[in-house]
């Protein structure tokens, strides 16, 4: 296919372009199902910055005729419809305005988003999502509290509430972490609508245009798209097997001063590893000495299968300088939306604030039910339950992993959480394995979206949550024939080309 532009015409370069994807569906120059080269390709070809061509794709994707797959690629998926007397004038003309050019710099999880929308595919084994797995939902109890929350408040429920929360629900949390050996009292946590909500008001009100955050690398994407999107500073610190690497910390405190730093202590996203109590008391020496406050993300703790379990850096925390979020979408409720935060009074003020300039408050009826869920014990109920379900789902994947990876391949055991961390030869790249794998219906997270800086190409993040046992055996079996079938094929065109580059396979 040869596209033209002409840029002497004043028609925006992405009108052209959807213009003539258009007209050559209508003359059948391209059928449903014809692939359109990548973005970043047409882009090269056409000597137009890439945002052009992606928001020309929106466009015809916006219209149904084009779909976009993660992995795949991009493909015909309908004709135009014909024009008629009936349709406005004003509505055939294209828009004028040049969004593009106004709307501000984002990053986000395009990738996650594609993943999700793959998910719904009934044919297909996702192992790309840390959610919990549908069937594990506790329906019928779950909807009997909300029944007797209705009932009792509904009146009450139904209305707007307090943007710090639901106070029982507050109260309980705080009841909660104190079992654990956190003191903190109720007014000391504020309820969000999930963690990602709540990193982004402590961005909010800790940091301004200039100021730099600490945060790991690898670490969850949702902090990356919060704390290094927009133009924002960010400093990357290493994870190895002991968590974020705090001779490298040491080091940046003594020359800089970041705001933050954000850590996954616990069951880390995406590795596993877990961060041992010597280490986690000497970040807190290195906070208090620089007088940099931690926001421990403690979303996995209650996802413990074995091992010993490791007091949290707020449990440990004797000077107010750890800031805990956590959330219920990891045990059990993702799409209720309720996360929080536990901080000093202070904070929680200033973040309260923040909330009510955002969104005034998350759902009371919501809060409400998982309060009467939990205070009844069916929340503990169920996070045994789930993590019975979840230890066999790990131990299954594990042994698949060795039944059906290559020698060449390393991988970790995590003791909680939900994914397993595996490293390929440096020759192998990911998200060509992905490419592969998505024909054969199998999805799962390349490495290279945990990382804020120039990542690796060989990492993956294998999820066993949210796929039932036989499902994660047979993924993990097309996954390891996939790299065997590259591991072998590279063989051959390293010893025929560089017999030495057999080594980065190793």
């Known amino acids: 296919m ?30 449903i199902g014809d692939r359109l080269p990548p973005n970043r390709e047409l882009a090269k070809t056409l000597g137009v910055n890439r945002t052009t061509v992606t928001t020309a794709y929106a466009e015809l994707e916006a219209d149904g005729l084009i779909n976009s797959h993660i ?74 509290c909300v029944d007797r929350v209705l009932r009792k408040e509904g009146r009450v429920l139904l209305q707007l509430g307090l943007s710090s929360g639901y106070p029982p629900l507050q ?42 955050v600490a945060i790991e690398n690898p670490t969850y994407p949702g902090a990356i798209s919060v704390f290094c999107g927009g133009g924002a500073k960010h400093i990357s610190l290493p994870v190895g097997d002991n968590g974020l690497d705090l001779d490298v910390l040491e080091e940046i405190l003594a020359q800089r001063r970041p705001k933050l730093i954000y850590t996954i202590p616990t069951y880390h996203n995406p590795t596993g590893v877990t961060m041992n109590i010597a280490a986690r008391r000497r970040l807190l020496e290195l906070a208090i000495k620089h007088r940099v406050p931690i926001i421990e993300d403690d979303i996995y703790r209650d996802l413990h299968y074995d091992g010993s379990m490791v007091p949290s850096l707020k449990g440990l925390d004797r000077y107010g300088v750890v800031i805990t979020i956590n959330s219920f979408s990891k045990v059990g409720f993702p799409g209720l939306r309720v996360g929080w935060i536990a901080a000093p009074r202070i904070v929680i003020d200033h973040l309260n604030i923040a909330k009510q300039n955002c969104d005034l408050h998350a759902s009371l009826l ?31 994947m594990l042994e698949s992993l060795e039944k059906h990876f290559p020698a060449e391949a ?28 998505s024909e054969s219906g199998v999805t799962f997270s390349p490495g290279e979206h945990f990382y804020s800086g120039v990542p690796p190409k060989n ?48």
């Open 2 to 31: 040869i596209f033209e532009i002409d840029r002497a015409t004043g028609i925006p370069l992405y009108l052209q372009i959807a213009a003539q994807v258009r007209n050559m569906v209508t003359t059948g120059t391209l059928k």
């Open 71 to 144: 992995g795949r690629g991009t493909f015909i998926a309908g004709v135009p419809t014909p024009r008629t007397s009936a349709i406005p004038p004003e509505r055939t003309q294209p828009s004028t305005m040049l969004w593009s050019a106004l709307l501000a710099d984002q990053r986000s999880d395009t990738w996650l988003n594609g993943m999700l929308l793959s998910k719904q595919s009934k044919d297909g084994i996702s192992l790309a999502h840390g959610l919990p797995h549908a069937d594990l939902f506790p329906l019928e109890d779950f909807r009997r």
């Open 171 to 212: 109260e309980y949390i705080a009841s909660q972490m104190a079992l654990s050996g956190v003191a903190v009292k109720a007014d000391e946590v504020l309820i969000t609508n999930g963690c990602q909500q709540s990193l982004d008001l402590i961005r909010r009100v800790f940091v301004g245009p200039n100021d730099e």
């Open 366 to 396: 919501t809060q409400a039910a998982i309060h009467e869920f939990s205070k009844h014990g069916l929340l503990a109920k169920h996070i045994k339950r789930v993590k019975r379900a979840y230890v066999q789902r790990r131990d299954l």
């Open 410 to 437: 390393t991988w970790n055991k995590p003791e909680g959480g939900m994914a397993i961390w595996v490293k390929l030869p440096l020759a192998l790249n990911a998200n060509e394995i992905l490419l592969l794998s």
């Open 459 to 506: 990492m993956m993040r294998l999820c066993f949550t949210n796929a039932g046992p036989p499902a994660i055996e047979e993924a993990v079996k097309k996954l390891g024939t996939i790299i065997k079938g590259r591991i072998s094929s590279l063989k051959k065109q390293f010893a025929v080309r560089k017999p030495e580059g057999i080594r980065a396979l190793v």
